[in-house]
Structure formats: structure tokens, C-alpha cells
């Protein structure tokens, strides 16, 4: 499903990207104002983040534009900086960040929903076509034409949308989120994409009281799910290969703690599981999860290794098992899980670091060495 995803995604990028630079004369044409943003931004592959200016839109009729207070790191940050997926092509320079909370500091005439000094947030979706048959299913997470946060085609600016480890940013009030007020701010920046993409797969497929829910990987993604399903009632088993996590896991919510790479304990939990979330951004062993699940047990894969997994049919068949995958969530979805957060106080543990020390983050997040997400506090870029 995940790999299907990424093919839709990957042709609706390029025919869009192809759709886009075909036009560049008619968007030049527009002449719309802009204004200097800063921001950090990768130039290769290779490269580490620097400090840079990009261009942002004057906001339109229907745009807010919000000064970015703090940014989440995502793993697919660090993928995308490092164009590690084939299908999803980096173009440079990229700005990511794509977990963003800030304050409104303008609003266009048709806006309803904010106001100047407002609190808001913005996660992986600046824009879609509205009329698809996602987008009128309200799934705008699925729609072909979707504008990502950043690395997607800018239909207003040319070029690629750029995210959100910059000082400001212009988003149509649509995919402008309200955020809870009682929520810490740098702990609530997480929420817009490791939370959602964690929430979204376990609201599917039905994770309540008397479920057994598996968590693979105390990332910054698994760590979002551990709270998530204790805070709806699960029975939760983390699954790690950090033995230094089982304390932290406990705390985070989960029932039971067990390190993967150790077959015996692993052997424990055969057959018995409802529902089993894999966040692992890596190549790993799929099977040894898929044999967790008892009858009509499902397995999500979120983590997005770029290489195929290998996955044993026999350990499907076996109990009418399911694999499926999971793309972040709607925008009312992401704004459901904002409230839920609100009501059940509920954000992600984080390392608050200035700017200045995103490629350091980088380096320990591709160790598997971040209790449990790096966010950055976006006054460090003032001084830059
Ligand atoms: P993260 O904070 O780096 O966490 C990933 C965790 O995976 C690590 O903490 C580690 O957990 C485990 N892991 C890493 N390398 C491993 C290996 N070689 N073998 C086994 N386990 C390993 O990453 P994240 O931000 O949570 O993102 C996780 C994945 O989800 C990434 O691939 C990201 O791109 C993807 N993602 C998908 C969506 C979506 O919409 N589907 C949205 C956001 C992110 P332990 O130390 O506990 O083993
Ligand atoms: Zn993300």
C-alpha cells in the first residue's frame, strides 16, 4: 500500500512539477508580492543545513501568515534533506520542517478563522485541489494534485514550496491548524506530523479498551503512538532494539517493553496481537512483527525505509493477517488529534534545541538517539 502510495505520489509530483514549469511564464505574470524570509536550508545532498533567505508570498485573500515560533525534526526531514527516497526526488535548495506552531501575524480579507496574534499550526499539507474525490472525501492527504509543505511544486512563487525551519510562513487558512491553549508550545510542534500520522492508523482501525497495540520503534513517531494508545485504553507493548528506552517506555505509557532483536521474548507475543503500528525508519525484519498479530490482527507500516521489505506470505495467510500502510491524516483529522491532545494534555517529549545545531540533531537522529523529538525553537534564527 505504502509503496503504492508513493507511485501515485511520485507521478502526481512529476506531471504537477511538469505542469508547473511549463506555466512559470503565466505565474511570473501574476507578479505577486513577496517578501525575505529566513530560513535554513540544505543545498545538496551532501550538504549541511545553513542559514539562507527564501522568497514567501504576500498573503492573499485567503492566506494567514504566521511567524514560526518552534519546528519539529522529522525523520522524513532527514530523508528528504538526504534524498533518500527514490520516489520522492529532493530539490535543492530544500527548507524542510513540517511540524510548525506560531503566532498570526496577518490575515487576508476572506479569512475567518484567525486573527493577528492568534496561535496556529501547519503540518505536512499546504494546499490540494479541493475537488478530487479525496479532497470531497475531506482526505486531502490522498488527493493527486496535494501541495506538501515543502519539496512540492509552489504555484504561486514558482519553483518549491519551502517548510518551516524559517521564520515565517504563508499557508491557505485552510491547512492552518488551531492549537489547544493549554498545550507547552515546543512539545505541541511534534503533534502536526508525528502525531497525526500516529493517531490517524489507530482511529482506523478501531484501538480502544481491551485491544492489544504493539508500538515498533520509540522514535519520535513511536513515542507519539505509545501515548495515543494508552490515552484511548490499549494494552501497549513497545517493541525497541534500544534496551537504554525500556525505562522511558514505561513512563510514555506502555504495559510491557520488549527489545525486538531478542527472539525469545519476541516468541512470547506470538499470535496475540490486535493491531501492531511499525514507525522503524529503516530496513528491519517486517515478519517478526506480522507474527504478533492473532486473527484479523493488522499491521501499519508508517516508517518510510526507502528499500522494499520482504514480506512472507505465509505470515499473512496464517490468521487472515493484514499489512497496510498509513499517510499522515486529513486536515480534520490532524485538528481532531489536536483537540484530543488538548483535552488529555498531551504533547511529545522533546530536546528544544536553537538552530544552530540542526545538522548536530541530524547526525543523532540517524543514530536512533533522540528522546523522542528534536524541536526547534525558531527565536535562535533572529540572531542568525
Ligand atoms: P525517529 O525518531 O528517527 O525514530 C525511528 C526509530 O526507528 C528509532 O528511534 C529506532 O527505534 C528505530 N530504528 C531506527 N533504525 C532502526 C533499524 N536499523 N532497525 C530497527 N529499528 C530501527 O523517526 P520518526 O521521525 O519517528 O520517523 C519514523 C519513520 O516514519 C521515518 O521513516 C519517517 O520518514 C516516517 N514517517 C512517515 C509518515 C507517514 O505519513 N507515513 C509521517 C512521518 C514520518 P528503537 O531505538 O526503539 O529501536
Ligand atoms: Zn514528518
Same mark, same amino acid.
Given at each position: 500500500m505504502?509503496v ?5 505520489w511520485?507521478?502526481a509530483?512529476?506531471?504537477y512539477h ?8 503565466q505565474?511570473?505574470?501574476?507578479s ?6 529566513? %530560513?535554513?536550508?540544505a %543545498? ?5 543545513l545553513?542559514?539562507t ?5 504576500d498573503p ?6 504566521i511567524e514560526i515560533?518552534f519546528?519539529g525534526?522529522?525523520?522524513?526531514d ?5 534524498? #533518500? ?11 524542510p ?6 503566532r498570526?501575524? /496577518? ?9 493577528p ?6 503540518g505536512?499539507?499546504v494546499?490540494?485541489? !479541493?475537488n478530487?474525490q479525496e479532497?470531497?472525501?475531506?482526505l486531502?492527504?490522498?488527493c ?14 514558482g ?10 510562513i504563508?499557508?491557505?487558512?485552510h ?7 493549554n498545550l ?7 503533534l502536526l506530523?508525528? !502525531?497525526?500520522?500516529?493517531y ?5 482501525w ?5 485491544k492489544?497495540?504493539?508500538?515498533v520503534g520509540?522514535?519520535?513517531?513511536g513515542?507519539?503512538a505509545? /501515548?495515543f494508545a494508552?490515552?484511548?485504553?490499549a494494552?501497549v ?9 525500556k525505562e ?7 504495559d510491557?517493553?520488549?527489545i525486538?532483536r531478542n527472539?525469545d ?5 506470538k ?5 501492531v503500528?511499525d514507525?522503524?525508519?529503516a ?5 517478526a ?8 490482527g493488522?499491521?501499519t507500516l508508517?516508517?518510510?525505509?526507502? /528499500? ?7 505470515s ?5 493477517r ?11 483529522e490532524?485538528q #481532531?488529534?489536536l483537540d484530543?491532545?488538548? /483535552? ?5 517529549d522533546?530536546?528544544v534545541i536553537?538552530i544552530?545545531k540542526?545538522?548536530?540533531a541530524y547526525?543523532?537522529m540517524?543514530?536512533a538517539?533522540?528522546k523522542?523529538?528534536?524541536?526547534i ?6 540572531s542568525?
Open positions: 505504502l503504492l502510495h508513493m507511485i501515485l511520485l507521478n509530483f512529476i506531471s511538469t505542469e508547473t514549469v511549463m506555466s512559470t511564464t505565474f511570473s505574470s501574476e505577486r508580492g513577496q517578501y525575505k524570509a529566513k %530560513a535554513y536550508a %543545498a545538496s545532498a551532501k550538504s549541511s545553513a542559514p533567505t527564501i522568497p514567501r508570498r492573499g485573500e485567503h492566506d494567514v501568515q515560533l519546528c525534526i522529522c525523520h522524513s532527514l530523508h528528504q534533506v538526504r534524498n #533518500e527516497w527514490s520516489g520522492i526526488p529532493t530539490v535543492y535548495p530544500c527548507v520542517g513540517h511540524e510548525i506552531i506560531g498570526v501575524t /496577518k490575515v487576508g480579507s476572506e479569512v475567518t478563522r484567525f486573527k496574534g492568534d496561535l496556529a499550526a501547519v505536512c499539507l494546499d490540494s485541489d !479541493g478530487c479532497c470531497q472525501a475531506g486531502e492527504q490522498f493527486p494534485h496535494m501541495t506538501l509543505t515543502y519539496n512540492s511544486p509552489d504555484v504561486h512563487l519553483g518549491v514550496t519551502y517548510g518551516g525551519y524559517s521564520d515565517s504563508v499557508v491557505k487558512e491547512f492552518v491548524l488551531r492549537v489547544p491553549s507547552n508550545l515546543a512539545g505541541a510542534a511534534p506530523c508525528a !502525531g497525526i500520522t500516529t490517524s492508523p489507530m482511529r482506523h478501531g484501538v480502544t479498551k481491551g492489544k497495540v504493539g508500538v520509540l522514535g519520535g513517531l513515542h507519539m505509545v /501515548k494508552h490515552a484511548l485504553g494494552h507493548v513497545v517493541f525497541t532494539t534500544s534496551a537504554n528506552k522511558d517506555a514505561l513512563r510514555l505509557g506502555a510491557d517493553v520488549v525486538s527472539t521474548e519476541m516468541s512470547k507475543h499470535g496475540s496481537f490486535d493491531f503500528l514507525a522503524v525508519s530496513e528491519h525484519d517486517i515478519n512483527f506480522i507474527q504478533l498479530l492473532g486473527r484479523d493488522n499491521i508508517v516508517g518510510a525505509p526507502d /528499500k522494499p521489505l520482504s514480506v512472507s506470505a505465509f499473512l495467510l496464517l490468521n487472515r493484514s499489512l497496510s500502510g498509513s499517510l499522515i491524516g486529513s486536515i480534520a490532524t #481532531e488529534m484530543f491532545c488538548g /483535552k488529555h494534555n498531551i504533547t511529545a522533546v530536546e536553537p544552530q540542526v545538522n548536530e547526525e543523532r540517524s543514530r538517539d533522540v523522542y523529538r528534536f524541536s525553537d525558531m527565536a535562535s534564527l533572529k542568525q
